[in-house]
């Protein structure tokens, strides 16, 4: 049975949902060749549909009210319907990564590092490697391509067709 990698419905889902993540997140990870071939579609489908409504938002203008009691008005920058719809999409798709403490970086400024970001991921997807593809896209005058598979040959101890996939 090609394509099924000899797991479940539900075990497939979870491995692709892990390693889309791992993958968007890092670049680049090394597993089976058939994982690989497996994943490769189901990422260039996020990230077409990332690509599709990355800019897509709403500016409003919000009266608020500050420390003095005066009224001021604030423009609000939001997700349109659409790029909130498909954010969601995504959200299922993905499996939402935390941001890492960095090695000499103290608590406080890892807390205000991250303060504001409450999905990385999707901050990440939508922020840097969307715009990056939507650019390629334009220069190249085509979209898709955003992943690339090395075969790096058998695994010691099993024999498995070892393989990089990595976004372009």
Same mark, same amino acid.
């Given at each position: 049975?090609?394509?099924? &990698?000899?797991?479940?419905?539900?075990?497939?889902?979870?491995?692709?949902?892990?390693?889309?993540?791992? &993958?968007?997140?890092?670049?680049k990870?090394?597993?089976?060749?058939?994982?690989?071939?497996?994943?490769?579609?189901?990422?260039?489908?996020?990230? =077409?549909?990332?690509?599709?409504?990355?800019?897509?938002?709403?500016e409003?203008?919000?009266?608020?009210?500050?420390k003095?009691?005066?009224?001021?008005?604030?423009?609000?920058?939001?997700?349109?319907?659409?790029?909130?719809?498909?954010?969601?999409?995504?959200?299922?798709? &993905?499996?939402?990564?935390?941001?890492?403490?960095?090695?000499?970086?103290?608590?406080?400024?890892?807390?205000?590092r991250?303060?504001?970001?409450?999905?990385?991921?999707?901050?990440?997807?939508?922020?840097?490697?969307?715009?990056?593809?939507?650019?390629?896209?334009?220069?190249?005058?085509?979209?898709?391509g955003? =992943?690339?598979?090395?075969?790096?040959?058998?695994?010691?101890?099993?024999?498995?067709?070892?393989a990089?996939?990595? &976004?372009?």
């Open positions: 049975m090609p394509g099924k &990698l000899g797991k479940t419905a539900e075990q497939r889902v979870a491995i692709l949902r892990n390693q889309a993540s791992e &993958l968007l997140w890092y670049g990870i090394t597993t089976t060749a058939a994982r690989a071939k497996q994943l490769q579609p189901y990422v260039e489908k996020i990230i =077409t549909k990332a690509v599709k409504v990355y800019d897509d938002n709403v409003t203008e919000v009266v608020k009210t500050d003095k009691g005066k009224e001021v008005k604030v423009k609000s920058v939001k997700d349109s319907p659409k790029k909130l719809a498909a954010r969601r999409a995504l959200m299922a798709k &993905l499996r939402d990564l935390q941001e890492v403490k960095g090695f000499n970086e103290k608590k406080s400024e890892y807390r205000a991250t303060k504001d970001v409450q999905h990385p991921l999707m901050e990440k997807l939508f922020n840097e490697i969307a715009p990056k593809y939507a650019q390629r896209a334009e220069e190249l005058g085509q979209g898709g955003y =992943t690339r598979i090395y075969l790096l040959g058998a695994r010691r101890g099993d024999g498995a067709e070892e990089i996939i990595e &976004l372009v």
